[in-house]
Structures are given as C-alpha cells and as structure tokens.
C-alpha cells in the first residue's frame, strides 16, 4: 500500500470539482447571498450527505451572527415569508425537499436550490437555482455515489460563506466569538 490509489482519488475529486464550481453562475450566488442577508432568519434542508453539508452551513451561519437553523431538529422554529430556504439535493427528486420546498413557496419564503439537474423537480420550485452541473461521466471508483455533488456544494458554500463575511464586516475572530467551543 504506497497510497498511489489515496492520491489519485483526491486529485480526481478537486480537478472535477474545480470544473464544477467554475460553471456555476455568480449572479445566482449574489442574488442566494442578498435572500440570506435580508433575511429575518435562514434555513437549511438537505438529506443524507447533502444534510451533512446543510448543517455545516448552518453552523456557520450562525458563527457569522445570523439566525441560521436545519429544518427537522426538534427546536427548529417555522419558517416564515420573507425567511431564506436552502435546499440541497443531488438529484432534485428527494421527497422530502420538494414537500419542504412547496411549503416555503406558500408562506413566502425565499428557495434556493442546489442541485445538479436543473430540470428537476426541485429546480422548479426554485427562487434562485445554483446549478452544479456533474461531468457526464462520473469515475465511481475514486468519487462513488454523491461525492463530487456533496463536496463541490461546501466548497460552494463555503465561498457564499466568504461574500457573507466581507459583505457584514466579519473576519475569522469576530466568528470565533460565536464558535460553540470556545463560548
């Protein structure tokens, strides 16, 4: 075992996506970001690995002194008209996400949607839709299953994180304050 394998895995999964995220269309971005920051209040939804990604998002939403929560915790208040919705679904076809988002339409609230297909069912119930478009032609052997959505949306994330800070005047102390470990 020399990690030839380790290695070629983690060069296929940042190439493909740095390819990705460079197709996603900042104005979407921009318009995601300003729901965020008018908002009373965000929410973030995703299922499995895309939850995953959801509630780090959350998470640092909250180091940036928003109102941030994951829809289905148990103290996760409703969502209301003018709130900010996050939706994070590979396939666009999660149940779950699409009944969250139909639900997030009839009160007013703001959707955002991350998915791969942008004919989907989610898609289309969309306010402001990022698209992370998948290559057609996925080496499972070294990103299997999801792994290149998942990790292509916290990267996106992550960069509407860094718009957000610049954007409130934060920096990586001010978020500390708000970091759980160190409260």
Same mark, same amino acid.
């Given at each position: 075992?020399?990690?030839?394998?380790?290695?070629?895995? #983690?060069?296929?999964?940042?190439?493909?996506?740095?390819?990705?995220?460079?197709?996603?269309?900042?104005?979407?971005?921009?318009?995601?970001?300003?729901?965020?920051?008018?908002?009373?209040?965000? $929410?973030?939804?995703?299922?499995?690995?895309? @939850?995953?990604?959801?509630?780090?998002?959350?998470?640092?939403?909250?180091?940036? @002194?928003? %109102?941030?929560? $994951?829809?289905? +915790?148990?103290?996760?208040?409703?969502?209301?008209?003018?709130?900010?919705?996050?939706?994070? &679904?590979?396939? @666009? +076809?999660?149940?779950?996400?699409?009944?969250?988002?139909?639900?997030?339409?009839? #009160?007013?609230?703001?959707?955002? #949607?991350?998915?791969?297909?942008?004919? &989907?069912?989610?898609?289309?119930?969309? +306010?402001?839709?990022?698209?992370?478009?998948? =290559?057609? %032609?996925?080496?499972?052997?070294?990103? =299997?299953?999801?792994?290149? $959505?998942?990790?292509?949306?916290?990267?996106?994330?992550? @960069?509407?994180? &860094?718009?957000?800070?610049?954007?409130?005047?934060?920096?990586?102390?001010?978020?500390?304050?708000?970091?759980?470990?160190? #409260?």
């Amino acid at each position: 075992m020399n990690g030839d394998r380790f290695y070629t895995s #983690v060069s296929y999964v940042l190439d493909q996506a740095g390819t990705i995220i460079e197709g996603v269309e900042f104005e979407r971005v921009k318009i995601a970001t300003d729901n965020i920051l008018r908002a009373k209040q965000s $929410f973030v939804y995703g299922v499995g690995r895309s @939850g995953i990604v959801g509630k780090a998002f959350a998470m640092r939403l909250v180091q940036l @002194g928003l %109102k941030a929560y $994951f829809i289905g +915790e148990s103290t996760t208040p409703i969502v209301e008209k003018g709130d900010a919705v996050i939706l994070i &679904s590979n396939t @666009g +076809e999660t149940s779950s996400a699409i009944q969250t988002a139909e639900i997030v339409n009839r #009160v007013g609230a703001h959707s955002i #949607v991350l998915t791969s297909e942008p004919e &989907s069912s989610l898609a289309k119930l969309a +306010e402001v839709l990022i698209v992370l478009k998948m =290559p057609e %032609k996925i080496n499972t052997d070294f990103a =299997p299953l999801g792994t290149l $959505f998942e990790d292509s949306a916290m990267i996106v994330l992550d @960069g509407m994180i &860094s718009e957000i800070m610049e954007r409130k005047g934060e920096n990586d102390e001010s978020m500390r304050s708000r970091h759980a470990i160190w #409260v």
